[in-house]
């Protein structure tokens, strides 16, 4: 890798749809897609690695990834996009992960995938692009994907999801953040950050409306940080489709 780049796999995934109508609750047939790639390569031998009961636990599950529509309209039940094709952006920190992933997305190229009753997809290209590398203290950010910060309450067994309305939303993100990253603490709890430009909304994810924060986001903190944040993604669930980056530009600031 070139120096101005960062260490990780980085794949963007190309497909095209049968029609424009693609199913709201998307994040389900996109793990479904992932899972059938890996349970199809290698006869199925690294499926369990990513999808069997101890995947929750597992640190192999620490990739993200984000879809692209081109010029969507969301309506109750579907989302119509303006074009036959979408993409997937995929991330694994760990270079294992990724090859294991890009050769079953390889494997899968040009086949057909049902995502609804009417309508199926094809994984028409696959490849491996850079990613930049933070340059300073400050980043401005683009989530891809929605940030999801989840709370679980053991008592009653619910979930509370915190977005950039709620009051303790920099608390909470900073929790999480020392959740993912243990060894940056102190470089968390100095963190500042710029909200201005995100908002909350509601994602429909496996049946559940989820609430969820969209936008751009500029974050001062230690550039190692701010690089294991691009790298590794941010928040709850990446590996269902949440809180991937997106590098606009950085800076160094006094």
């Known amino acids: 890798l070139f120096r101005s780049e960062v260490f990780v796999m980085k794949i963007v995934l190309k497909f095209k749809t049968d029609n424009n109508f693609i199913p709201k609750d998307y994040h389900r047939f996109c ?143 900073k929790e999480n953040l020392k959740i993912h990253f243990p060894s940056y603490s102190n470089s968390i709890d100095n963190m500042k950050m710029d909200i201005s430009e995100m908002k909350k909304a509601v994602v429909l994810f496996y049946g559940l409306y989820i609430d969820v924060s969209l936008g751009v986001i500029v974050i001062k903190a230690d550039n190692s940080l701010l690089n294991e944040m691009l790298i590794s993604s941010v928040g709850s669930k990446n590996a269902s489709g949440f809180g991937l980056l997106q590098l606009i530009d950085s800076w160094e600031m006094i």
Do not use: M, Q
């Open 31 to 173: 793990i479904k897609f992932f899972k059938t790639a890996v349970s199809n390569y290698y006869n199925g031998e690294f499926f369990e690695k990513f999808f069997g009961d101890d995947y929750i636990k597992s640190d192999e599950k620490k990739y993200s990834w984000a879809v692209k529509f081109f010029k969507p309209k969301f309506f109750s039940n579907r989302i119509e996009v303006g074009e036959n094709n979408f993409e997937i952006t995929f991330k694994a920190p760990k270079t294992d992960v990724g090859t294991i992933f890009f050769n079953s997305f390889l494997e899968y190229k040009d086949k057909e995938f049902k995502i609804s009753e009417n309508n199926f997809i094809v994984l028409t290209d696959a490849k491996i692009v850079n990613e930049k590398k933070i340059v300073g203290n400050c980043a401005r950010f683009k989530f891809c994907s929605p940030l999801v910060i989840r709370e679980h309450n053991r008592k009653d067994n619910t979930d509370r999801h915190i977005t950039v309305e709620d009051e303790d939303f920099f608390d909470k993100f």
